[in-house]
């Protein structure tokens, strides 16, 4: 009766240390799916010169299994530095783990410059795991909650809509490990939240180029001035041109050192180009001058005021719509 009560009791004590033993991650050894998502609530424009942008955002994860995983233990913002991370809350729920943060970050990431000012970026918020590979854990992007808030505005952008993206990042190295071969390739879970912003409109442009257009104007209004009229006629091209080198250097203030040639760069050449070649047209008009064909002179300036204005504007819409 006695070895009978003890063999329940022993029964019973097996499955309650079975019930509270920690789930395996998976009992078959594949890797443990963690769904991830990222929602926005604040963001800055991106700086094009430092090459970086501000977030704030909403960090969660959510799995199955060993409790201990934890995945907001082991992330880091890809490319980034995170300033802080505060109201943390962890949950169960149907049967799953549930881990939230809100992240404050900084992130560096290159831009493709050479469409500026008519330029349009993609910012990738994204998070990779540190410690498991992903033979232990992968990535779920939860794309039905990741987003930005709607009420988010950035000045001198449109924001476009944002898709997550889970993807894995391998790493040609074993990382010093020298129980792994020399050639081993670590690979790491990473989630992304891509924002896609644009310049609207041709109202940065315009604002970017004014003194630059205001220059050629200068310069192009020169031919209505008698060729022999030397101070006037060749100062204004003279001043024009110091004009756009400063304007020049005002552009070149927004953006890194790069030997990437931007459409502002295309456009302070052209209207370079312009400005000294209407100089030399001026030194023509001059010679049919004093040559006592002052009629040609004078034809070849009206002519070259039209000329040189229609293919200035045709230039700039080819650059700023190509």
């Known amino acids: 009766m006695v070895g009978g009560r003890m063999r329940w009791i022993m029964m019973l004590a097996a499955m309650l240390a079975l019930l509270a033993r920690p789930a395996a991650a998976q009992s078959d050894g594949a890797p443990v799916p963690v769904r991830v998502g990222i929602f926005v609530v604040h963001l800055t424009p991106p700086d094009l010169k ?58 560096t990431q290159s831009f493709d410059i050479s469409r500026f000012p008519m330029d349009s970026h993609e910012l990738q918020i994204g998070v990779e795991e540190t410690t498991e590979s992903v033979a232990g854990i992968t990535y779920v992007p939860d794309r039905e909650n990741s987003s930005v808030e709607t009420e988010i505005t950035l000045a001198g952008w449109r924001l476009g809509k944002a898709r997550a993206e889970g993807t894995v990042k391998t790493y040609a190295s074993n990382f010093g490990d020298v129980a792994l071969p020399a050639d ?21 442009p315009i604002k970017l180029f004014w003194t630059l257009y205001l220059s050629v104007l200068v310069a192009v209004l020169a031919f209505w001035i008698k060729a022999t009229d030397l101070d006037p006629r060749f100062g204004l091209g003279i001043g024009a041109v110091f004009a756009a080198m400063a304007s020049a250097y005002v552009i070149s203030g927004a953006l890194p050192d790069s030997n990437q040639m931007t459409i502002a760069d295309k456009v302070v050449m052209w209207s370079i180009g312009f400005i000294v070649v209407s100089m030399l047209e001026s030194i023509i008009s001059l010679r049919f001058f004093h040559a006592g064909r002052e009629e040609v002179g004078t034809k070849l300036d009206r002519i070259s005021f039209w000329v040189f204005s229609a293919g200035y504007i045709l230039v700039n819409v080819v650059l700023l719509r190509g």
Do not use: C
């Open 184 to 204: 081993a390739a670590s690979a790491y879970a990473r989630f992304t939240l891509v924002v896609p912003v644009s310049r609207p409109g041709i109202d940065y």
């Open 50 to 107: 430092s090459g970086q942008f501000e977030t704030v955002f909403w960090l969660w994860f959510r799995w199955k299994g060993d409790a201990d995983l934890d995945p907001m233990k082991k992330f880091e913002v890809v490319n980034g530095l995170v300033e802080a991370l505060d109201n943390e809350d962890a949950k169960e729920a149907h049967g799953e783990h549930y881990r939230v943060a809100r992240v404050r970050a900084t992130i």
